[in-house]
């Protein structure tokens, strides 16, 4: 296992108290440590949304914001944003803004595997189209903030927790008129 492999862990007050390798740290009893998620938006103001592919370990086959990841240890966030974008989505993301830092969640799936993150939302713009890693992503959609939003609040078990968490607070998705389609 390389240090690439390796995620920042984190005390209470969000402080690093050192590192473990990431297949550690997402079990049933997750450290907390610190991730990051980021919705990319493209030059028509849809944003894009991805559904984890089957392999995942933790919710797979959910639809959810359009990457997360893990920064690595001594990595800025935003360089990690760009680097999982195109690991994930083989995209490129320009205009990176954080605009949820003190996001935190914990969440437990289906199969009792714990998320517990101090994950900073970022927004984006897309510089490329995604293709997408089989790996990491099954599915996905560019979808107007407004019906998101809407599919959201109308079907939160759909999604990553995560994403309805973010959706409630993220002015992208809550400054978005509600749809008047059905």
């Known amino acids: 296992m390389t240090a690439g492999d390796d995620v920042v862990l984190l005390d209470d007050e969000g402080t690093m108290i050192g590192t473990a390798p990431k297949s550690s740290v997402h079990d049933l009893d997750t450290a907390l440590h610190l991730a990051f998620s980021c919705h990319v938006v493209n030059e028509r103001g849809d944003v894009l949304v991805t559904r984890r592919a089957l392999s995942?370990?933790?919710w797979p086959g959910v639809w959810t914001n359009s990457f997360c990841g893990h920064p690595r240890p001594g990595e800025d966030i935003s360089a990690a944003v760009h680097r999982r974008a195109a690991d994930e989505l083989g995209m490129r993301v320009e205009d990176v803004r954080v605009t949820l830092p003190d996001f935190r969640y914990r969440a437990v799936d289906a199969s009792g595997i714990v998320e517990n993150e101090?994950?900073?939302?970022?927004?984006?713009?897309?510089?490329?189209?995604?293709?997408?890693?089989?790996?990491?992503?099954?599915e996905i959609r560019w979808v107007e903030p407004e019906r998101l939003a809407d599919a959201v609040r109308a079907t939160p078990w759909a999604f990553s927790p995560w994403l309805v968490l973010q959706a409630a607070q993220?002015?992208?998705?809550?400054?978005?008129?509600?749809?008047?389609?059905?």
Not at 119 to 135: F, G, I, L, M, Q
């Open 170 to 182: 993220l002015p992208l998705l809550t400054d978005a008129p509600r749809s008047r389609r059905s």
């Open 118 to 138: 101090i994950c900073p939302v970022y927004t984006a713009r897309a510089a490329s189209e995604p293709v997408p890693h089989p790996d990491e992503v099954m």
């Open 56 to 58: 995942k370990v933790a």
